[in-house]
T-cell receptor, first 110, second 114 residues
Framework: GESVGLHLPTLSVQEGDNSIINCAYS??????FIWYKQESGKGPQFIID?????DKRQGQRVTVLLNKTVKHLSLQIAATQPGDSAVYFC?????????FGAGTRLTVKP | ETGVTQSPTHLIKTRGQQVTLRCSSQ?????VSWYQQALGQGPQFIFQ???????GRGNFPPRFSGLQFPNYSSELNVNALELDDSALYLC?????????????FGPGTRLTVL
């Protein structure tokens, strides 16, 4: 079946560097994507979303890019901080559900 | 914090038992979705409730059932527990029909089946 997937299971970056987390999706009809951050022992926390009529959306220190041609989206975190260490999920919103990838664990080194 | 609460926080059951998990949605939200998250994996959609009726279901057997109450809170019931049901159970609330019907998650209930 169609799914949402992430390119890398782990990512380690130096504090202050920028982080890029990638995600691929297979359903070309998908029109709404969300990035979540999940810290240990907590539920997923909404970071930023994007609809298919946009290529880019920016939040506070985060940017999501959507490339519909290759069905790829990415989450960019500027000036990564220790508090950004977590597992990041991209999710594809369906009619009544959301499909999540397996997640990328981001580790920020001091 | 999202305003979505779940209880209990942790639960230990034995195989064959039944369990009920509870969720209170964020104020103003009318839709509740439940997810199962196994260790090291992303959440898997179980079902969604809107206006007290099931409004979508993932690939889970009938022994997973739910309820939504008039105040939009919800329960997840699992019968005949199996070892593989051990997971973090998440509920998420949203406002159906909103321009951005983003789902906001609670902290989850950690279920261990022995």
């Amino acid at each position: 079946g169609e799914s949402v997937g992430l390119h890398l299971p782990t990512l380690s970056v130096q504090e202050g560097d920028n982080s890029i987390i990638n995600c691929a999706y297979s359903n070309s009809a998908s029109d709404y994507f969300i990035w979540y951050k999940q810290e240990s022992g907590k539920g997923p926390q909404f970071i930023i979303d994007i609809r298919s009529n946009m290529d880019k959306r920016q939040g506070q220190r985060v940017t999501v890019l959507l490339n519909k041609t290759v069905k790829h989206l990415s989450l960019q975190i500027a000036a990564t901080q220790p508090g950004d260490s977590a597992v990041y999920f991209c999710a594809e919103k369906g009619n009544n559900d959301m499909r999540f990838g397996a997640g990328t664990r981001l580790t920020v080194k001091p | 914090e999202t305003g979505v609460t779940q209880s209990p926080t942790h639960l230990i059951k034995t195989r064959g038992q039944q369990v009920t998990l509870r969720c209170s949605s964020q104020s103003g939200h009318n839709t509740v979705s439940w997810y199962q998250q196994a260790l090291g994996q992303g959440p898997q959609f179980i079902f969604q409730y809107y206006r007290e009726e099931e409004n979508g279901r993932g690939n889970f057997p009938p022994r997973f059932s739910g309820l939504q109450f008039p105040n939009y809170s919800s329960e997840l019931n699992v019968n005949a527990l199996e070892l593989d049901d051990s997971a973090l159970y998440l509920c998420a609330s949203s406002l159906a029909g909103a321009l951005r019907d983003t789902q906001y998650f609670g902290p989850g209930t950690r279920l261990t089946v022995l």
